[in-house]
């Protein structure tokens, strides 16, 4: 996810009527891949409209450099930590006790890319063929993705195209490639050379969660209980008020994230893919999914990332997701109709 977002914004807070004194407000501390960034305008909105000063909280997010963020957690120096699944099966193979209990990105940030008109209508459709891959980080997901579609690394041939746009781009135009396999930043970077591309990546795979916040288990009920509760009830609003109105979404991460918006139509582009990667599969922002994770687990032990599968419940639990869905999806309308009226 490091090398998926890699642009870096200055933040900028803002508030719906008389803001929250900053003394009267108790910090959370949150590790996170990025800082306020577009890809995360869920923060972004409800700094906007003043859902996490309405919960007595100022957000910190902590950058946890090239340390395991799993370390962040288990010493205490964070309440919650955005985890991919890997990060949370591994951990608890070692005997960490972590629970995922809020899941941040309900799809896949990575995507296997073909042009929009190709015939293929799946990645089965692509054996024989010569698939490029971003980096060698994406080679595992090609071969995982492979795997689903019943064909394996005798069945294509691989080759590593780097970052560049341009390049990622003709490899595709001119036939030299049938896909490229990459992140939201590479599809987007492929876009911004005006090439119409569409995802191939297996259904079961492109449901995967990402950056899911996770906290230590032996915290829930504890001490900061009523914060993490109130962090993620704000962060439920926020995501949903960041579906509702794009206009909105779009100037409240262009103020706070200018970086990325250097190009309207690109950033646009990157906003609503970031959008599909918050959106709930149901109506339960967080939701975490049992059987996802359960097919997770299990392809880790296929692959050997992973001794031995266990019950997805020793990682997963439901405790904060009531709370943190309980607000009035009309009243955040409001809110966003309100913020637009007053700021655009």
């Not at 996810?1 to 959370?28: H, R, S, V, Y």
């Not at 996170?32 to 997010?61: C, K, M, N, Q």
């Not at 050997?304 to 020793?314: G, Q």
């Amino acid at each position: 996810m490091n090398k998926t977002l890699t642009a870096i914004a200055t933040a900028c807070t803002f508030a719906l009527g008389a803001p929250a004194m900053a003394q009267d407000l108790q910090e959370i501390d949150v590790l996170t891949p990025l800082p306020r960034h577009t890809a995360w305008y869920p923060l972004l909105v409800g700094e906007a409209l003043g859902y996490f000063a309405d919960e007595g909280i100022s957000v910190e997010l902590v950058n946890g450099g090239d340390l395991p963020a799993t370390a962040f957690l288990e010493n205490g120096q964070v309440q919650l930590a955005a985890l991919d699944p890997s990060e949370v099966i591994l951990a608890h193979e070692r005997g960490f006790d972590f629970d995922v209990v809020y899941e941040v990105m309900h799809n896949a940030v990575e995507g296997i890319f073909v042009l929009e008109d190709n015939e293929a209508a799946s990645l089965a459709d692509l054996g024989g063929t010569t698939i490029g891959i971003v980096g060698e980080s994406d080679r595992g997901l090609l071969l995982s993705a492979l795997g689903h579609a019943g064909l394996s690394e005798d069945d294509v041939t691989i080759a590593v195209l780097g970052e560049s746009a341009p390049l990622l781009a003709n490899s595709l135009s001119n036939g030299q490639v049938s896909a490229v396999v990459g992140a939201i930043s590479d599809f987007v970077a492929i876009r911004s050379q005006g090439i119409m591309i569409r995802s191939v990546l297996p259904d079961e795979m492109s449901k995967m969660p990402a950056n899911n916040f996770a906290v230590r288990g032996d915290s829930i009920g504890g001490e900061n209980e009523e914060l993490v509760q109130g962090f993620l009830r704000a962060w439920a609003k926020s995501s949903y008020a960041g579906l509702v109105d794009l206009e909105t979404t779009r100037a409240i991460a262009m103020e706070a994230d200018p970086e990325n918006w250097i190009n309207e139509e690109l950033g646009t582009i990157f906003l609503q893919a970031a959008q599909n990667l918050h959106r709930p599969e149901a109506d339960v922002f967080g939701d975490v999914r049992h059987e996802i994770w359960s097919s997770v687990i299990s392809e880790m032990v296929d692959v050997d990332m992973l001794d031995a599968t266990f019950p997805a419940e020793e990682i997963l639990n439901d405790h904060y997701l009531a709370a943190a869905n309980d607000f009035d999806h009309a009243e955040v309308e409001a809110d966003v109709a309100a913020w637009k009226a007053e700021n655009m």
